[in-house]
Each structure stands twice: as C-alpha cells, then as structure tokens.
C-alpha cells in the first residue's frame, strides 16, 4: 500500500508480498527498521537466560545465527499496526456508514442487489494498486454475484505534477461513455504515466474525445474527485490501495486476502 501521503505527497512502495501497509518515504522507514532491530535485539537480550544462553554469551554470534527471532518480532509489530488501523477505520466506518453507501457516480460493477459488495479506493501512479490490479480484475471475473465499486482516489500529485487527479478524471469521462473497465485496466498497466499516456489511452479505447475533454473540466467531475478524497480523510484511511468488503477493511491489498473476506461473507 503506498502511504496518503501528507501536504508534500510522498510515494512509497509496497513490500513485494503486499500484505503489510509500507511507510511514506524510504528514509523514515529505514530509521524506523533500524530503531525497531535495537528494540528487539536489546528484548532478544533479556531473554537469553531464558533460551539458555548465559548472560555473558555471544549475543551478536547468537542473533547472526537466530535472525528469524528479529524477522519474527518485526512482522509481529507490523501485523499490530494493521489490526490498529484497521480496526480505526472500520470505526470511523461504523460512526458514517453512509460515506461507503453506492455513488451513482461512481463506476460499479455487479447485481445492484448483490449480497457482497467490494469497494476499492485508489490512485493510477500507486505501485501497490498496479500490482494487484491484475489479480483483482481476475477476481471480479470469478465473482460476477458480487458488487465491484471503483473509488477514483487521486493522492500521489505533488507541486506541479497533476497525473493522479487527471487521470483520475480521464477514466471517469470513460466511464461516462460507458468505457470504463478498458480505459481502467490500461491505466494501471502503463508504467510511464503521464497526460499523453492518458490521452493515447483514451483515444485507444475508443472514447470520444471532445466529449472527455468537457466532463474532465466540468464542475461535476471536480466535485466527485473532491467528494472522494472527503470520504478518505473522514474514514481515515492511510492510502492506496484499500479495499472494503460490506464496509470492513481489509488488512491486505493482496487481492486473495480480500477474497477470502468475500468467502467468508457468503
């Protein structure tokens, strides 16, 4: 998951298992690695009497050859902190169960009366949301009794670069003649993202492009961007890619976990 980022937007990438929300900007998280490995080796130091290493032992000879004890702590305190937050916004989604409700706006697809729906906020330059868009698209496919909703998130500009938020728009003047999911998946593939990638899209796809041009300049589509980023900031919700199913968050951006939560609702 890359990070929302604050007022100087920052991006981050997701660990490649991309089961644990990455930290914004690669400094930080060093630091962060570093003070956390301190942490555990001084715990790992305290404990030996109790592993049966004696008090004067090799404690830096011991951890080189039990790295899996420091591997082990850090994903244990990663896997806290996905609970925390987790847990924080399904109650900020339980306090305003009405910012998750179904956005005539928004692109869906699936049974309007679907028992399960699943809501995806993201933004096209987040290395996570292009990682897993394949493997979610394959999933949406599987599932065709469950109701998908794409929440165009737009976090990742920063200064002058404006790519998130047009693109963004592009694909919801997509959507408006009826060429989303085409316009959506080539988005996520282009790596090379900027306002001419976007328009080659575009017009690959087939959409009209006067007609695109005025819905991305006109207040509705300004109005649903800023609507969107509203719900994020109320919900609390840390960046991109995230996923909710019947409005509970998932702890994962990996598309099996997510999955796995639709499952278990049927």
Known sequence: MTDMPPPANNTAVPEQNGKHRSSSGAPSSLLAGAAVAISAAALVLAGLPYLGVGPRADVRGYLLQNPQILDEMLEARQSLEDQSATSSIDQAVAANPRLLEADTRDPMFGPADAKVTVIQFFDYRCPGCKAVAAPYRAM??????????????????????VTSNYAARAA???????????????????????????????????????????????????????????????????????????????????????????????
């Open 140 to 161: 949406m496919d599987r599932h065709p009794e469950v109701r998908f909703i794409f929440k165009e998130w737009p976090i990742l500009d920063n200064g002058s670069t």
């Open 172 to 266: 919801l003047a997509a959507h408006d003649q009826g060429k989303y999911l085409a316009v959506h998946d080539a988005l996520m593939a282009e790596r090379a993202l900027d306002e001419d990638a976007v328009n080659d899209i575009l017009k690959q796809a087939g959409v009209e492009m006067a007609k695109a041009n005025q819905f991305m300049t006109s207040p509705e589509a300004v109005r649903q961007i800023a609507d969107i980023h509203t719900i994020g900031a109320t919900l609390r919700l840390r960046g991109t890619p995230t996923f909710f199913v019947n409005g509970k968050t998932s702890a994962s951006i990996d598309p099996a976990e997510v999955e796995k939560m639709i499952e278990a609702v049927k």
